[in-house]
């Protein structure tokens, strides 16, 4: 059975503040504050829009299917330790490019909060393909159960706030946690979603049936 403990903790790993922090500071240092909440706003409220409908669209094209529990239970798993290996390894090349470009310097104008917050904020740095295909399995797998259903979807919105308090507080933990910090505390949680990762591609194949007996 789908936990809710697990739910939240992949959620935090896939879609939380780590990723999102050192981008936001890189690409906002510079700016003052109504932009930065602006952009923070903006990148909240379009990555709120793209889970939901990159979700809805997954969850009925897949239930159209018919793909079992455990076939979905093994694809979390599969994409959850690539995942984790890609991040105790090098960043992902869509967010390492996104960090690169927002680092870099430049003679361009400063696009505009709204255009920011879209690209590189809202997509590739808070959904990312793993979240998001993540995020429709759960659903997929709690389909029958209200209250997870439910649950998972304030998870989401908690977790889309704490981004929004994170970046707004990006400038200051950027200060006094650094960036090497961070990225520790990335492999450290890496390391635990490749765990977690593992007990559902095993939850899977159990249910499967190749579980021993």
């Known amino acids: 059975m789908l936990r809710i403990e697990f739910v939240v903790a992949i959620l935090f790993l896939a879609i939380g503040p780590l990723r999102v922090i050192p981008v936001f500071h ?11 909440l602006r952009a923070a706003a903006y990148a909240t409220l379009f990555a709120a829009a ?3 409908v990159v ?19 093994v694809a979390i798993g599969v994409l959850l330790l690539h995942a984790s290996l890609a991040s105790l390894s090098a960043l992902n090349p869509a967010h390492a490019k996104a960090v690169e470009g927002a680092m870099a310097p430049t003679d361009k104008a400063t696009p505009s909060a709204a ?19 993540t995020i429709v399995f ?4 709690a389909h029958d159960d209200r209250p997870l259903t439910l649950a998972i ?3 989401l919105v908690a ?7 994170g970046m707004l507080l990006a400038g200051p933990i950027v200060r006094f946690v650094r960036i ?6 990335g492999w450290l949680f890496a390391a635990m979603q490749a765990a977690l990762a593992i007990e559902a591609l095993l939850g899977g194949l159990n249910k499967a049936g190749f579980g021993g007996h």
């Open 138 to 141: 759960f659903l997929l797998l």
């Open 153 to 155: 979807y304030v998870a």
């Open 180 to 185: 090497t910090t961070l990225e520790i505390i």
């Open 55 to 73: 979700a809805l669209v997954g969850v009925r094209t897949i239930e159209n299917w018919r793909v079992s529990a455990a076939a979905l239970e």
């Open 159 to 165: 977790m889309l706030v704490v981004d929004f308090v």
């Open 115 to 133: 255009a920011l917050a879209y690209s590189p904020l809202a997509a590739p740095t808070i959904v990312t393909p793993t979240g998001v295909v």
């Open 26 to 36: 890189a690409v906002t240092r510079a700016a003052d504050w109504r932009y930065r």
């Open 50 to 52: 793209m889970i939901a």
